[in-house]
């Protein structure tokens, strides 16, 4: 395993993101830089899977003097040149987690790995000659698991499998023609924006219209409510009045709680969860598959795990070939700037992942009774379904409450 030494102003530019520079020790003294091929190459290979703006080397070589200076025992990874303590950015300029970043280090067979800060987002890589080691130093330094993914409850983006593509309308794209967008066979759902904020009047002008084509059409659909709430009543009125306008129809997707707006993002983590899970919470009770639709970056700084991990997630995220989103989701949202027949102008479209009809009618939620399935046996279900059901269990968040 080639490792090279570099004088210390050596400013060679390594590879496409990573110059000798980075990887200086940090004594300040003007001593050489051991670095190793093998953990540029698999730096790179990082930068490309984590789809980066850039990864800010914390820590690189070591002298064994400035090792022990901070906290080694001077003869680790680092004074070898195999190691380096990194943050990795998305394209938001936002750091991604280091338990993304252990997961996605493990697929390209680093052998030294650990989260260093109790934030999540500084990891250790090394590449050691010897054994494994697979950390997380909030919990000492020893190795923690075989699997970051297991350790973590991480899905593995591979298995995420496209089972149904939709697109989300509202009163934007007018009046929408949808017999041709029927014809186009392009689209297996829809999911409608029913309304906005908490008056009754705020109901989507174009609801009624696009619910009733669907069903005619037999197209699946699921429904959105724009929220504007600033408090945990706003958002119990929102909940009532939602619930009100999609009283006495039959959703097939789930009934989503829309958090992005300007006016909500300062209000901090703990009250825009609180709020959304008001929301959710009310709806479900209702009878309804719940779930919550935001932006990548309020989605991860607004609403803490647990909520995300309870209720089913519409993650937007545009113009990037993967999400790096952590954590589980059921549909992405995966541009803005869509064509389809017979709708005027852009629409929005999306990935979807789990089988939510199957599911919906199956736990006899969103108007549907149990019984509705019941009237049409089939011997053996599964085979019959012409598209694959998620096995992992991301498809079942969102009816934790459901039997
Ligand atoms: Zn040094
Ligand atoms: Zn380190």
Not at 84 to 95: E, K, M, T
Not at 132 to 140: C, L, R
Not at 260 to 267: I, M, N, T
Request: proline fraction near 2%; glycine fraction near 8%; aromatic fraction near 12%.
């Amino acid at each position: 395993m080639p490792v090279k030494t570099y004088n210390y102003d050596d400013h060679t530019q390594l590879s496409p993101h990573f110059n000798v520079q980075e990887f200086k020790c940090k004594c300040r003294q003007n001593h050489n830089i051991l670095i190793s091929n093998e953990l540029i190459s698999k730096l790179e290979e990082l930068y490309t899977a984590l789809n980066c703006s850039k990864i800010v080397i914390n820590s690189g070589y070591r002298c064994p003097e400035h090792d022990r200076n901070v906290g080694g025992d001077g003869c680790g990874q680092h004074t070898k040149g195999t190691a380096a303590d990194i943050v990795c950015y998305d394209q938001n300029s936002l750091p991604i987690s280091s338990k993304l970043v252990s997961c996605s280090a493990q697929d390209l067979n680093f052998r030294g790995i650990a989260n260093i800060t109790d934030e999540y987002i500084c990891t250790h890589l090394d590449v050691r000659e010897n054994g494994i080691y697979f950390g997380d130093e909030t919990t000492g330094t020893n190795t923690v698991t075989n699997d970051f993914y297991t350790y973590y409850g991480i899905s593995k983006r591979s298995d995420y499998k496209i089972v149904a593509k939709g697109i989300d309308v509202s009163y934007s794209q007018g009046e929408i023609d949808w017999d041709k967008v029927k014809e186009s066979d392009t689209v297996d759902f829809v999911l409608i924006r029913a309304g906005y904020g908490k008056e009754y009047s705020q109901v989507d002008e174009k609801f009624e219209r696009n619910y009733k084509e669907c069903k005619r059409l037999e197209i699946p659909c699921g429904a959105y409510w724009y929220s504007y709430a600033l408090t945990k009543e706003d958002a119990l009125k929102e909940a009532d009045v939602c619930l009100e306008v999609i009283k006495n129809k039959k959703f097939e997707y789930p009934i989503y709680f829309d958090i992005e707006d300007g006016s909500q993002s300062s209000l901090g983590r703990e009250k825009i969860s609180e709020i959304s899970e008001t929301f959710c919470k009310r709806v479900e009770e209702a009878g309804y598959w719940v779930g919550i639709y935001s932006y990548k970056s309020f989605l991860e700084s607004n609403l803490t795990e647990e909520i995300r991990n309870r209720y089913a997630v519409w993650i937007a995220h545009t113009g990037i070939e993967k999400t790096s989103y952590l954590g589980q989701y059921g549909i992405w949202q995966f541009s803005h700037t869509g064509r389809i027949d017979g709708i005027n102008g852009n629409v929005d479209l999306n990935y979807c992942y789990s089988d939510y009809p199957e599911l919906v009618k199956k736990a006899g939620l969103n108007g549907y009774k149990k019984s509705d399935t019941d009237t049409k046996p089939e011997t053996n279900p599964k085979k019959s379904k012409n598209i694959t059901l998620i096995d992992d269990g991301v498809a079942y968040f969102g009816i934790l409450t459901a039997e």
